[in-house]
Structure formats: C-alpha cells, structure tokens
C-alpha cells in the first residue's frame, strides 16, 4: 500500500472507532444479509466477536507499512478460523460487509481513493488469512 493509502485508511478508522458498537451491529446484520450461511458460525454473544473484530481492524489499520507486522495480525486469526473452512466466497461477504459498514460509518468522507484503500487493506489481511489454503489471495470485496 502506497503510503496516501495507509493515510487514507487510518483517517477514516479514526471517524469509526468511536462508533465501534454500533458499527459492529451494522457489519454483522449486512454480513448475514449477505450470506445466512454464517450466522451458526457466531453462537457466542456477537458484542464479544464484535470486540474481537474491532481489536483486529485496529491492528490491522496499525500495522500497515510495517514489515512483518501483517503477519502478525494475520498468522493468529489463521490458526483461530482453520477449524472453519472459510471459503473464498465468505471472505468476499466479510470484505463487503466491511465496505458497507465503512461507508455508512464515515458517510461522504468514505472516498473513492479511501475505499480503494480500505479493499488493499482487506485484500492483504485476508489473503494472509487464506495462505494455509493454498488461496493466492482473496477476491476483492464488492462495490
């Protein structure tokens, strides 16, 4: 990622984490709008996985432009969803789920430049996620 796109993204985390509870309800309702397949992959209380998606995006977000710092993030969530079999397709719901919920966070602030910034971000993360699969990368997120 260039390093306008490290900014770009940080800048809108900035306007979405204080929002982070009521933006986690919105990325979880889009995300089983999107495929209902997931929602008996979530049988904890969904304020805990929201914490813990949260926790991620901030280490994601914090870590970009570091070397080995993606793995970092990456190599912990990979050992904690290999028992899901994630597919490429949930991956591509993930990402769209972010998107929106990104966008309906930061409204018109949510840029074109910032949401190109946002799915090389994901991308990165979730190709990382997928290594163990053999995946090359993940499908970018729909727009």
Known sequence: MSPQQIELVRLSWQQVFPLRETAAQMFYERLFELDPSLRPLFKADLS????????????????????????????????????????????????????????????????TSTRVAWREAYAQLSAAMQVDRGAAAAPAPAR
């Open 48 to 111: 805990q996985q929201a914490a813990k998606l949260f926790d991620t995006l901030n280490a994601l977000v914090a870590s970009l432009g570091e070397n080995g710092a993606l793995e970092t993030v990456a190599g912990p969530l990979r050992r904690s969803h290999a028992g899901f079999a994630a597919t490429p397709a949930q991956y591509e719901a993930v990402g769209e789920a972010l998107m929106w919920t990104l966008q309906a966070s930061v409204g018109k602030a949510f840029t």
